[in-house]
C-alpha cells in the first residue's frame, strides 16, 4: 500500500481570489511562500510562532502564542496551492462557518488571516494524540473506540447542523486530549452543504465533477464512494469515513488496502465489507 493512500488529496485551487489582507509588519519578515518550516519567533498578525507540530499534504501547523490574549493556540500554514484561487475564498467562508459551530467535540477556529501570500487559520491548542498517533500502539478495546466515534458523530452533526460536512475523516483528524474529550480537527477541506453540488467542479458553473486526484478532496483509505465520484455529499459521506475509522481503530488497518487509489476506491465502491477480526473485536 503506498503511503499516499492516507494522505489528503487537495481539491483543485481553480482561479485567483482575493482574501484577508495581511499585517504590513509580518509581511516584511515572512518568507516567501515557497519557504519550508517557518522559524519560531515569526509573527503572523498578532500570533507568534513557537514551533511547528507538524506538517502534511495540507499545510504545516505550529504551535503558537495569541499575544492578544496570551495564550497558546494552533497555527495551520497552508500551501500556497491551497490557498490561492477559488479554493482560497472557500476557504475561509468555510473557516467562518466553523468558527460559529460551538461544540465540545470540535475544535475551535479563532482566526483566519494571510501574510505574504500564506494562508493560515488560528485553531484551539489541544493537548493530547490524534487517534493516528494511538493507533501506533496498537488496536484499541471495542467499547473505547465506539466511545470515541460516538463523540466524533456529535462534533461532526453539529457542525452538519451549520452547513459544514468535513470531507477528510480519518484517525489523524480526530484527536482525544488530556481529559479524555474527542475533539473533531481539520476541516481544511469542509464545504458548505448548500455549496456541495458544484464546489469542487471544474470549469463553469454546472459542468460535471472530474473525478480526478486534483479535484476531489479527502483521503482515499476512509473516503465514501459518492465523495470519490464527485456528487454531493452530506453528513453521510462523514458518517462512512467514520465507519472506516472504527474499523481501523478496533482491528489496526484499515478496511481496504490497495496499491492505487482508483482501485482503493473500487474497493470502497463494490467490495463486501470485511469482517472485523474476532481476536481484535473480542
Do not use: C, W
Amino acid at each position: 500500500m503506498r503511503p499516499e493512500l492516507d494522505h489528503t488529496v487537495p481539491a483543485s485551487p481553480g482561479d485567483r481570489t482575493a482574501t484577508l489582507p495581511g499585517t504590513p509588519q509580518a509581511k516584511a519578515a515572512l518568507p516567501a511562500a515557497s519557504a519550508d518550516e517557518l522559524p519560531a519567533g515569526l509573527q503572523l498578525g498578532h500570533f507568534r510562532v513557537d514551533k511547528q507540530l507538524g506538517a502534511g499534504g495540507m499545510g504545516a501547523v505550529y504551535l503558537a502564542t495569541d499575544l492578544a490574549l496570551d495564550r497558546p493556540v494552533a497555527i495551520k500554514v497552508l500551501p500556497h496551492a491551497a490557498a490561492s484561487g477559488r479554493a482560497r475564498d472557500r476557504l475561509v467562508r468555510e473557516a467562518r462557518a466553523q468558527a460559529r459551530v460551538q461544540h465540545p467535540n470540535v475544535a475551535h477556529i479563532y482566526f483566519v488571516g494571510e501574510e505574504a501570500g500564506r494562508l493560515y487559520f488560528a485553531m484551539e491548542h489541544i493537548a493530547g494524540e490524534t487517534l493516528a498517533q494511538r493507533l501506533e500502539r496498537g488496536p484499541l478495546p471495542v467499547e473505547q473506540a465506539l466511545a470515541i466515534i460516538r463523540d466524533a458523530v456529535l462534533g461532526l452533526r453539529e457542525a452538519q447542523r451549520a452547513g459544514i460536512t468535513h470531507r477528510d475523516v480519518k484517525p489523524s483528524n480526530l484527536m482525544v486530549d488530556g481529559h479524555g474529550v474527542v475533539k473533531v480537527l481539520d476541516f481544511g477541506l469542509a464545504a458548505q452543504a448548500k455549496d456541495d453540488g458544484d464546489a469542487d467542479r471544474t470549469g463553469e458553473p454546472g459542468a460535471p465533477a472530474s473525478v480526478t486526484q486534483t479535484t476531489i478532496g479527502g483521503t482515499p483509505l476512509y473516503m465514501a464512494p459518492e465523495q470519490a465520484r464527485g456528487e454531493p455529499i452530506d453528513l453521510r459521506a462523514d458518517i462512512y469515513a467514520l465507519g472506516a475509522t472504527l474499523y481501523h481503530l478496533v482491528s489496526g488497518k484499515p478496511p481496504f488496502q490497495a496499491d492505487s487509489i482508483d482501485e482503493l476506491r473500487s474497493l470502497h465502491a463494490t467490495a463486501t465489507r470485511p469482517p472485523v477480526p474476532r481476536s481484535r473485536a473480542g
